[in-house]
């Protein structure tokens, strides 16, 4: 099984920028795909970025291509989420997950973290 911890969520200014980091633990890291999620009130969580074991291949939405970059140091079992240019729109809980397979890692991945609130003040 794998457990993720989340951590950098916070309050940042329009425009400005944040680094999400999450940390994976387990018996084995070998092989897992990881992904961010992220879920404002009222809304249904939505796929952000995901990135493969080897780092070859990386996924973003739309709305976040070219502001955000995943990520992952398999040597430190963590995979990161650098925010830039943020604005409002941005704001929600930030969501770590984890899977061996490509198909559900932007869809339903198997394992997920506790979330991190991102807010972005105008």
């Known amino acids: 099984q794998v457990q993720l911890v989340e951590s950098g969520g916070g309050l940042v200014q329009t425009g400005g920028s944040l680094r999400l980091s999450c940390a994976a633990s387990?018996?084995?890291?070998?092989?897992?795909?990881l992904g961010w999620f992220r879920q404002a009130p009222g809304k249904e969580r939505e796929f952000v970025a995901a990135i493969n074991w080897s780092k070859i291949s990386i996924y973003y939405a739309d709305s976040v291509k070219g502001r955000f970059t995943i990520s992952r140091d398999n040597s430190k079992n963590t995979v990161y989420l650098q925010m830039n240019s943020l604005n409002p729109e941005d704001t929600a809980v930030y969501y770590c997950?984890?899977?061996?397979?490509?198909?559900?890692?932007?869809?339903?991945?198997?394992?997920w973290g506790q979330g991190t609130q991102v807010t972005v003040s105008s």
């Open positions: 997950a984890a899977d061996l397979r490509l198909t559900t890692i932007q869809r339903n991945p198997r394992y």
């Open positions: 387990g018996s084995t890291f070998t092989g897992y795909h």
